[in-house]
């Protein structure tokens, strides 16, 4: 089957979601972006005496300005025109764009029950031979198309951006075990000559490659700093430029991932491994758990590790 990708819809706004909208609009794609309407509080925001207007509150179902979603520099790369190819939008709404689409890439919580539900309401709008692909950072693909048709897995995978999705070169591929071969191909070649990314097919493994590795590190990398009495100045100086990386070091990268996607995906590795000395390692730190239940979630929130103006 020939597949051409005119026009995209992208389910889930926030960090993520923005910034595949924002590549595709930057080599000329249009797309749908679109969100939830907040109803009510989380628990951590009532806490936090947040009111649903508060600019915070709405920044979390950021149906973001157009502008501020091609912003990110170096501006000359962005063409502000290309704003006008993002249509945003609230998921109700416009559920039944879902089916004049080529490619629907949901990109909500990194929660496999969400997930799953949502996917299973996609099949219901879902035009038979319509691309699906979920951007989760490492759950698993098989078990998020559990009880959707033959054909829907035939047409589904995992498409793994990375944070920023315009400099992050890498592209995760993960088929499920019914994924089409045409597909998957088709989705490698699109990723490398379409958006600019490498392309590295992987199985369907916890937290696939990149984030296997990169989660692993993270981790180890906090608890040598606890128990060696360091602070977040000293990780942060010592893997950063010093070690050649760029200036995003440990703690700065977890503001820009955002602390609760970080616990999210922390705790998917724990529930899903079996060695009990590899399971320790992702059990996230308490002071993790108490930043987030404060919504200290980094950029997102304006305030993580670092605050932000
Ligand atoms: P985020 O919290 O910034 O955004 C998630 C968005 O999904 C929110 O705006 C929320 O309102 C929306 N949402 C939740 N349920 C929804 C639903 N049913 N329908 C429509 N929208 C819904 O999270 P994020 O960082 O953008 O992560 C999104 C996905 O991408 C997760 O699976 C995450 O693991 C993955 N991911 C994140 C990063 C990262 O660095 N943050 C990197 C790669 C992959």
């Not at 026009?7 to 797309?31: E, Q, T, W």
């Not at 936090?48 to 170096?74: C, H, M, T, W, Y």
């Amino acid at each position: 089957m020939d597949y051409k990708i005119k026009k995209v819809a992208v389910i889930g706004a926030g960090v993520m979601g923005s910034g595949i909208a924002a590549h595709l609009a930057n080599v000329g794609i249009p797309s749908y972006l679109l969100d939830i309407v907040p109803k009510e509080l989380t628990e951590e925001e009532t806490r936090r005496g947040l009111a649903l207007d508060d600019p915070l509150v709405r920044n979390r179902f950021a149906i973001r300005g157009k502008e501020q979603l091609l912003k990110s520099k170096p501006a000359l790369l962005y063409v502000p025109e290309n704003a006008d190819l993002i249509t945003p939008g609230n998921v109700e709404d416009h559920f039944n764009v879902l089916s004049e689409v080529d490619w629907i890439i949901e990109v909500v919580v990194e929660n496999l029950a969400v997930k799953q539900q949502l996917f299973e309401k996609i099949e219901q709008v879902w035009k038979p031979g319509i691309l699906v692909s979920s951007n989760t950072s490492g759950v698993s693909i098989n078990r998020m198309s559990e009880g959707r048709s033959s054909e829907f897995r035939q047409h589904f995978l995992g498409t793994h951006f990375f944070n920023p999705v315009r400099y992050m070169k890498l592209l995760e591929v993960i088929p499920c075990s019914e994924t089409k071969p045409e597909l998957v191909n088709f989705m490698v070649d699109f990723g490398q000559r379409v958006l600019g990314k490498g392309v590295v097919v992987c199985k369907d493994t916890v937290n696939f490659i990149a984030n296997r590795i990169g989660t692993y590190g993270l981790m180890v990398t906090v608890q040598e700093m606890v128990k060696n009495g360091l602070s977040i100045d000293d990780i942060d100086a010592i893997t950063g430029p010093a070690m050649g990386r760029p200036k995003s070091a440990t703690f700065r990268t977890l503001d820009i991932v955002g602390l609760d996607t970080f616990v999210h995906v922390a705790n998917n590795v724990y529930d899903n491994v079996t060695d009990p000395q590899e399971k320790e390692t992702f059990v996230v730190p308490q002071f993790m758990k108490e930043m987030v239940q404060r919504g200290w979630l980094g950029e997102k929130t304006k305030q993580g590790f670092y605050k932000k103006e």
